[in-house]
C-alpha cells in the first residue's frame, strides 16, 4: 500500500513567509503571551521582536543600548502592537532581575524567554587570550544561564512556559578559529538539553536554535584576533531565523538547525575526519596575515 504524502507546512526548508491560514493559527496561540527577549537591540532579537509582536504577543525588550530598544519598542507600538524594554547588560545579575521584573509589572507573567544576546572572537587558539575565553563563557553561556533562573520560579508556579536558546551550528560542529566562542555554545547547547529533561514535569519546553552565518551586525562587532576570515557566502537573514524561533514556539520543537547549516552537520556525522580537512582549507587562509594579538576587552555583541 502507498503511503499518502502528507505535507507539513511548518518545514524548515522553506523561505516563504507563513500562509495566511497558518499565521492565523499562530496569532491564536501567541495572542497575550508575554515573551522576555535578551540581545534585543538589533538583529535577530529585533527581528524577533517585530515578528512575535505582529503575532499578538507582548515583548519585553532587554539589551545594553537603551535607544535602540526605545526606537523598537516605539515601533511596535504604533503598530498596534505592546511592547516594552529595558537597559540591560545580561552579564550583570541586578540588570537580568530588573529585567524580569518589568515583564511582571507591565504584564504579570512571563511565558518565553529567548536568549539571544551573545558576541564572537575569530583567532588560532595559541593567540587568542584567556579574557576572550572567559568572556565568551560569561556572555554566550553563563548570561542565559542568569536569565534562564531569574525565569524559571514563575514558569514553574504557573506550570508553563518556553525557553529558548539561541545557539549555533557551531555549538554542535567546532571550527578552526573560533575555538572560544565553539565552546561557549557547546555549553548552551548541553544546558539546553540537560534542563529539557529537569523541568518538562512543569510543562516547560526548551528549545534550542542553531543559526549559521547570519546576515547581522554581529560580524562587524565581533572581535578578531586575526584578520577578519571572508564571509560565509551562504548565509541566513534575521527575519528567517526569527521565523524559524515562531515556528519552533508553536510546535514545542526541541531543536531547529537553520538549512543553510545543516549541510556542515550532515558531513561531520558521515565523516569528522572529512569536515576536518575541508574547515581546514575553509580556514587557513585566517593565519596569512595574523594582527598584533591584543588584550583590550572584547567588544561585547550588543545585539
Known amino acids: ?55 499578538g504577543a507582548s515583548v519585553v525588550l532587554g539589551a545594553r543600548r ?53 558576541a564572537g572572537v575569530y583567532g588560532p587558539v595559541d593567540a587568542t587570550p584567556m579574557e576572550e575565553y572567559s568572556r565568551m563563557i560569561e556572555l554566550n553561556y553563563l548570561a542565559a544561564v542568569s536569565c534562564t533562573k531569574a525565569v524559571l520560579p514563575h514558569m514553574e508556579t504557573q506550570k508553563s512556559g518556553q525557553i529558548v536558546n539561541v545557539s549555533s551550528i557551531l555549538g554542535r560542529r567546532g571550527t578552526p578559529y573560533s575555538s572560544a566562542y565553539c565552546a561557549s555554545k557547546f555549553a548552551l547547547s548541553g544546558f539546553t538539553e540537560a534542563l529539557r529533561a529537569e523541568v518538562r514535569r512543569y510543562g516547560i519546553d526548551v528549545i534550542l536554535i542553531n543559526p549559521s552565518t547570519t546576515h547581522t551586525e554581529f560580524f562587524e562587532q565581533m572581535n578578531y584576533v586575526t584578520r577578519p576570515r571572508r564571509r560565509n557566502p551562504v548565509s541566513d537573514s534575521a527575519e528567517r531565523v526569527a521565523r524559524i524561533i515562531l515556528r519552533a514556539c508553536h510546535r514545542g520543537k526541541h531543536e531547529s538547525n537553520l538549512i543553510s547549516g545543516a549541510p556542515l552537520l550532515w558531513i561531520n556525522r558521515l565523516s569528522p ?15 596569512k596575515e595574523p594582527k598584533e594579538t591584543t588584550t583590550q576587552p572584547l567588544s561585547r555583541n550588543e545585539r
Open 66 to 118: 537603551a535607544n535602540a530598544l526605545e526606537a523598537i519598542s516605539s515601533e511596535i507600538a504604533s503598530a498596534g502592537g505592546k511592547a516594552s524594554s529595558v537597559a540591560t547588560d545580561v552579564t550583570r545579575a541586578e540588570d537580568v532581575q530588573r529585567l524580569v521584573e518589568t515583564a511582571l509589572r507591565d504584564f504579570g507573567r512571563i511565558d518565553i524567554l529567548i536568549n539571544n544576546a551573545g
Open 1 to 55: 500500500m502507498r503511503r499518502r504524502r502528507i505535507s507539513n507546512p511548518f518545514t524548515e526548508a522553506s523561505s516563504a513567509q507563513p500562509s495566511s491560514d497558518l499565521r492565523s493559527r499562530l496569532r491564536r496561540d501567541l495572542h497575550g503571551r508575554v515573551v522576555v527577549i535578551t540581545g534585543a537591540s538589533s538583529g535577530i532579537g529585533t527581528a524577533t521582536a517585530r515578528l512575535f509582536a505582529s503575532e
Open 273 to 287: 575526519r572529512l569536515t576536518d580537512w575541508a574547515l581546514e582549507l575553509y580556514a587557513k587562509d585566517a593565519l
